[in-house]
Structure formats: structure tokens, C-alpha cells
């Protein structure tokens, strides 16, 4: 399972409900049994929603009410019967398949996340490992921004000696050793490539 997660994260474009169904073709596994339940508001009896003068009978009162009833408070719930671990991980996997929704890995803590607000977060909701007051998604982003700078710096200090040293060669053709500076070029393109 963790594999097919993981080859779907790697390739975005395998991540179908033809191929998770493949997929449990091939490892003999299975979706959990499921079935969809409406949850409604008890607090509204929806049959006083119609005139009760009305010659219809109780049970046409309550769906019409129900009919004209605001639904915003009603949802529908997908209930999946799960006997253990593996039967969760199957029918969350299953789930966010079918309402479109992928799966990611945190770029601060390295650990599953399913990206609800926007599909193009890259950071979690949990809390970081490096800063118990943030949120991967605070942590995250500040430290990548502070990793740029220091690549950065690394950069313009990089360019400063490349320039310096040229400067030398370019005063003391004679004497200052061309060789060393063409391994140094080599070496520092290798580490600022890293
Ligand atoms: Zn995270």
C-alpha cells in the first residue's frame, strides 16, 4: 500500500481509481464495507415546514418539508466498517479517490498529508519538528526562505573569490598558478550545483 501511495506521489498521473482497483486486484486486498448515510438536523421536525391545513397525509408533509427545508445543515457521510489499520488506510485512500483529492508529502516533516485547502500546498498542518510554536505550513516556508538565503550567500561569496582571483590573474599573469584557479573554478561550480 505505502508503495502505490509512494508511486503515485512520484508520478501524479497514476493516481486513478482504475489503478488503486488494479492495484488491489493484484495484492488480493479490498475496499471495506461502506455504505452512504445522511445525517440530519433533529433539532427541525421538517413536517411543520407545511400549511397544516393542507389535506395531505403525515408522511407527504415530511418530504415536502423536508423538500423545503435548508439542507445546509444535513451531510452526507460515507461510513466505512474497518476491522484494523490496513482496512483505514484502504478505505481513506479509497475515499479521497473518489472526492478527487491527492496525497502529499510534507516538504518540513516528510510525513503524509492530504492538501485540503489548496492542491498546491506544500507544507502539512501538523506541528514542525524544528518549531514546536509552528505549524509545518509557518516552519516550512521560513526555513526554505532562509535555506534560499544562505545558498545565497553562499553564491555571492562564491562569485566575490572567482572574481578576486581573476582580478589576480589578470595583474600577475606570471606568477599567479592558472592551474589551481581552473580547480577551483571546477570545484566551486560542483558545490554550488550540489
Ligand atoms: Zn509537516
Request: charged share 25%; with cysteine; hydrophobic share 35%.
Amino acid at each position: 500500500m505505502k508503495e502505490f501511495v509512494d508511486l503515485c506521489i512520484k508520478d501524479p498521473s497514476l493516481y486513478t481509481m482504475e489503478n488503486f482497483m488494479f492495484f488491489l486486484h493484484l495484492t488480493g486486498l479490498s475496499v471495506p464495507e461502506h455504505h452512504l448515510q445522511y445525517r440530519f438536523d433533529p433539532e427541525k421536525p421538517v413536517e411543520n415546514l407545511i400549511n397544516p391545513h393542507l389535506r395531505i397525509s403525515s408522511f407527504e408533509a415530511a418530504i415536502r418539508g423536508f423538500a423545503k427545508s435548508d439542507k445546509s445543515k444535513h451531510a452526507i457521510t460515507s461510513v466505512y466498517t474497518c476491522e484494523g489499520i490496513e482496512d483505514v488506510c484502504m478505505a481513506s485512500l479509497y475515499h479521497f479517490l473518489k472526492l478527487g483529492l491527492a496525497i502529499k508529502v510534507c516538504g518540513n516533516c516528510g510525513k503524509y498529508f492530504v492538501p485540503l485547502r489548496r492542491s498546491d500546498a506544500m507544507y502539512c498542518d501538523r506541528i514542525s519538528p524544528f518549531n514546536a510554536s509552528k505549524t509545518c505550513k509557518e516552519d516550512g516556508s521560513q526555513r526554505a526562505f532562509e535555506e534560499k538565503l544562505k545558498i545565497d550567500d553562499a553564491e555571492k561569496l562564491r562569485r566575490q573569490i572567482y572574481q578576486a582571483k581573476q582580478m589576480r590573474i589578470r595583474r600577475n599573469p606570471h606568477t599567479f598558478p592558472v592551474r589551481s584557479f581552473s580547480a577551483w573554478v571546477t570545484i566551486s561550480q560542483v558545490i554550488s550545483a550540489a
